[in-house]
């Protein structure tokens, strides 16, 4: 029973890195770049008929100012009556805000009932914290939502607000709110559990120079992210309880094949990873041509129907996917990616055409996923479990309120503030 249980293990870690290790072999290292400094370039500026674009005239005026004028500008002589007046709208930021210090006196009283001394709670602050709401969210969103690294953070708010922290502040700060927004994190997991429709992506993290694996659950309301040394569905499991009925957009990796098994969920293939993968293969192989060329037509045809085809529909989409199954290729790899879409994921890939709720592809996730790109390049990952446990909550905290079409810095205080 002890091998049986260490085999599966094992198996679960060479599926992990199987992707990895494939892309290695290829010989070609994932930092050459195509060449293409012999193909023909765009021409800079707007295309031919293209409508100009012009700053909107802002609706609401805050100010009316006339400006008069006595005498001539250019020789200083005498003017005329007034023969006209034009308008000229200019938007501008108000004088920047310095820091205020506020000191509270802090009445305590005895309770008797309590057997115990009581006192107010400071308001726009968190318990303990020497800095207030508005300065330490707005050091969360410049870290983690614009992805600054703490120097420039530091310099920004000693150039614009005269307000001087240290790099070692700013990481208190950070692990102060994510401590704070921990039960609204949990609330972001619940959420994206019960949501009947989610995408999944994952890409590679780095902590105290270890890789790891920076997961994101997503779907049109919330982002849950979670980063885990493993690439295995049990990272995500916990998340995606009880998902009979559900639906989840994946890239074919085998981990969501195990989670479908595991969950009960089902699963809507990514049609531009399989176009994307398609088209790589007829780039090496010229009978890949015609795989590439059928499922671009089915996935055409597919969009065309959706969301509204009929059963009928569906089995038409599906005999043209078994035709392509039929077909001999001499290439294993063909033959294999053949089979990946043709027989594994046979029944993933076209519940996009009549739920409209189902997207065909993963873009969202990966979308959502960018961000944490962009923080990996320029900080590197993370450099201890607190980095990580702040990253995956404050990430998942802005990026909700993102999608949900709020104002991160306003939200986030709104959400502290009403759970004081």
């Known amino acids: 029973m002890r091998l049986k249980k260490r085999l599966k293990e094992v198996e679960e870690e060479f599926e992990e890195h199987k992707k990895e290790c494939a892309l290695i072999s290829k010989g070609t ?64 930021l108000p004088p920047v805000p310095q820091p205020v210090v506020t000191k509270y006196l802090i009445e305590r009283r005895y309770c008797a009932q309590c057997d115990k001394l009581v006192e107010p709670e400071v308001p726009d602050a968190l318990p303990g914290a020497r800095l207030g709401l508005r300065v330490m969210i707005l050091i969360a969103y410049l870290k983690i939502g614009l992805a600054l690294p703490e120097q420039k953070i530091i310099q920004l708010l000693k150039a614009q607000h005269a307000f001087f922290i240290s790099q070692a502040e700013i990481v208190g700060v950070l692990d102060q709110l994510r401590r704070a927004f921990g039960p609204h994190y949990a609330e972001i997991e619940h959420k ?43 990272v995500i499991q916990p998340a995606l309880q009880d998902q009979k009925g559900k639906i989840i957009v994946t890239d074919r990796l085998p981990t969501y094949n195990h989670l479908a098994e595991e ?61 392509l199954g039929k077909l001999h290729f001499e290439h294993k790899s063909i033959r294999t990616f053949r089979n990946s879409i043709c027989k594994k994921h046979r029944s993933d890939l076209f ?46 905290i802005i990026e909700t309120i993102k999608l949900q079409g709020k104002s991160p810095l306003e939200e986030m205080y709104h959400i502290l503030a009403s759970r004081a």
């Open 29 to 92: 290292p994932t930092f050459v770049k195509e060449d293409v400094s012999h193909k023909a370039r765009r021409k800079l500026g707007a295309p031919v008929g293209h409508k100009g674009y012009w700053r909107k005239i802002p609706e609401r005026i805050d100010f009316v100012i006339p400006l008069r004028i006595a005498q001539c500008p250019c020789c200083g002589g005498e003017l005329s009556g007034v023969q006209g007046m034009r308008e000229r709208i200019v938007e501008d």
């Open 351 to 396: 519940h996009f055409v009549t739920n409209p709720a189902v997207p065909s592809t993963n873009n969202g996730t990966e979308r959502a996923i960018r961000k944490a790109v962009i923080i990996r390049k320029i900080s590197n990952g993370s450099r201890s479990e607190k980095g990580a446990r702040i990253l995956e909550t404050l990430l998942s």
């Open 263 to 323: 969950n009960g969920c089902a699963q809507q293939t990514c049609w531009a990873h399989i176009l994307r993968d398609s088209k790589r293969l007829a780039k090496n192989y010229d009978e890949a041509r015609t795989v590439h060329r059928r499922l671009k037509s089915i996935y055409h045809k597919a969009k065309i129907l959706a969301p509204n085809a009929s059963e009928r529909d569906v089995q038409k989409l599906l005999a043209r996917i078994g035709e």
């Open 192 to 234: 994206i559990r019960d949501a009947a429709v989610k995408g999944a992506d994952e890409t590679g993290w780095r902590l105290d120079g270890k890789n790891h694996w920076l997961w994101a659950l997503v779907n049109n309301e919330v982002a849950w992210y979670k980063i885990h040394r493993r690439r295995s569905y049990k």
